[in-house]
């Protein structure tokens, strides 16, 4: 949703030398993309290097394809693909050749990989001393645990947050996808746009090593003071306020199939009202419901009351008529709901629409926050494999057209392959 304002995005003039893989290395350039910055994207281009979002679902159109995959697109949207065999000493070279013309460098590999590579910080720093790099892996670059595999269910049953899901007396529920990645790509952003600003005043560069798996800890609220300070046992309440501060608190039932609204009460004035709405006379004049502490003695009598009401009600309607009241209530929408139903969105332009040379018109997630002055936002799609090699290679390091169709020859570089060929593949 780029806004009026005539100037470009924060970021405009700032170029990232992109490693990253997954969504909470990918994320983080990714919103550094949206604030305006150029993402110069290097990638393998073969499998089994190739990253594999790329060939994971959902597929556009259900065909699979390199440059089909939908995860991909919607965490790459406004990057730069250039296509470099790192295996090779000349693939290495060129990535080297780079960081002069680069504010920041973002990798994501397991510890040891990039300084194998001969691009770890300190040897970053030697080309360009202020350099902003940020290395983000499942448990950080040191520790006991450091060279552990971790994607994004393992590091949030590590980091505390599955045993938190669930109801009471149940196996952990988990989160399903891989939430607490989107957690660390804001951190690992957050990082790089605080080195930035830190470049700024003193001119020096800024390594930042972030854990995946400790991204989860800023997700955990008041649980981590209350076991530090309290020695409490943490142990999952379902939908029900873990620390009694909302009642009623919980999703209740409506009308249609799996259709829920969600409705949380703290304050007196919301509990009058939420008992206007219900028609429950009977419930407001009672003195041991007045106060939190009286409705959470009986609260199961209070959800059944709720969804007395609510079941035989339009979720979105019955939300509506609540919060016009004053009631804290939200629709329990699903994906479907929150692209094609949601007026809130429709209103305040989240997706934004791209025409993907292979995909076709695709709607994409946008920034979620409105910048008066700034043009900022989804720009332009994800690139296709290689799309944007010969470009990069000839206007930045100033090869020659020989040397480029030698390196494609000798497989260390993939280029611009025509529309048809990325279509294909």
């Known amino acids: 949703m780029p806004a009026s304002g005539s100037l470009p995005g924060p970021l405009d003039g700032i170029r990232v030398l992109d490693f990253t893989r997954h969504l909470a290395g990918a994320g983080s350039t990714r919103i550094l993309a949206t604030l305006g910055a150029e993402i110069l994207r290097i990638e393998w281009p073969h499998p089994p290097a190739l990253d594999f979002l790329r060939l994971s679902g959902p597929h556009a159109d259900g065909r699979p394809g390199m440059n089909r ?4 697109a919607q965490i790459n949207v406004g990057k730069r693909s250039v296509a470099i065999d790192m295996s090779t000493d000349a693939g290495k070279d060129i990535a080297r ?5 680069c504010d920041v460098i973002a990798e994501s590999f397991s510890p040891g990989v ?23 892996s499942g448990f950080g670059q040191t ?36 939430y607490m990645d989107h957690m660390g790509a804001v951190m690992n952003a957050a990082a790089i746009l605080k080195g930035l600003e830190r470049r700024r005043a003193t001119g020096e560069g800024e390594f930042f090593d972030a854990g995946q798996s400790q991204h989860g800890c ?6 981590l003071l209350d076991v530090a300070m309290n020695g409490a046992q943490v142990r999952p309440k379902g939908n029900r306020d873990l620390y009694g501060n909302f009642c009623p608190n919980n999703a209740y039932r409506c009308r249609g199939e799996d259709s829920w609204l969600a409705i949380s009460v703290r304050e007196p004035e919301e509990w009058s009202a939420l008992c206007r709405v219900l028609g429950a006379d009977d419930l407001a004049e009672r003195g041991d419901l007045a106060t939190l502490a009286g409705r959470l003695a009986h609260e199961d009598e ?11 009600r339009n979720a979105r309607e019955a939300m ?14 699903t994906v479907e709901d929150k692209v094609h139903g949601d ?75 025509t529309l048809e060929e990325a279509q294909r593949a």
């Open 343 to 417: 007026p809130q969105l429709a209103f305040r332009e989240l997706y934004t629409t791209l025409d993907d040379p292979v995909l076709g018109e695709k709607r994409y997630e946008d920034i979620p926050v409105q910048m008066d002055g700034f043009e900022v936002g989804v720009q332009t799609p994800s690139p296709w494999l290689g799309a944007d090699t010969r470009d990069v290679l000839r206007d930045l390091l100033g090869y020659p057209e020989e040397r480029l169709e030698q390196l494609k020859a000798d497989a260390i570089i993939d280029d611009a392959i």
């Open 218 to 223: 800023a997700l955990l609220g008041p649980m």
């Open 114 to 136: 990039m300084k194998r590579w001969g691009l770890d910080y300190e040897s970053v720093r030697a080309i360009r001393p202020d350099i902003i790099y940020l290395s983000a």
């Open 69 to 72: 995959g939908g995860f991909f």
């Open 302 to 312: 209070v959800d059944a009351r709720i969804e007395a009401w609510t079941r035989d």
């Open 320 to 333: 509506v008529a609540l919060q016009e009241a004053g009631v804290p209530a939200g629709v329990a929408q």
């Open 97 to 101: 050749e780079l960081i002069p013309h």
């Open 143 to 178: 520790g006991p645990y450091a060279g552990y595999r971790s994607v994004g269910p393992t590091a949030q049953a590590y980091s505390g947050l599955t045993a938190t899901s669930g109801l009471p007396d149940r196996e952990p529920a988990g989160w399903g996808f891989s």
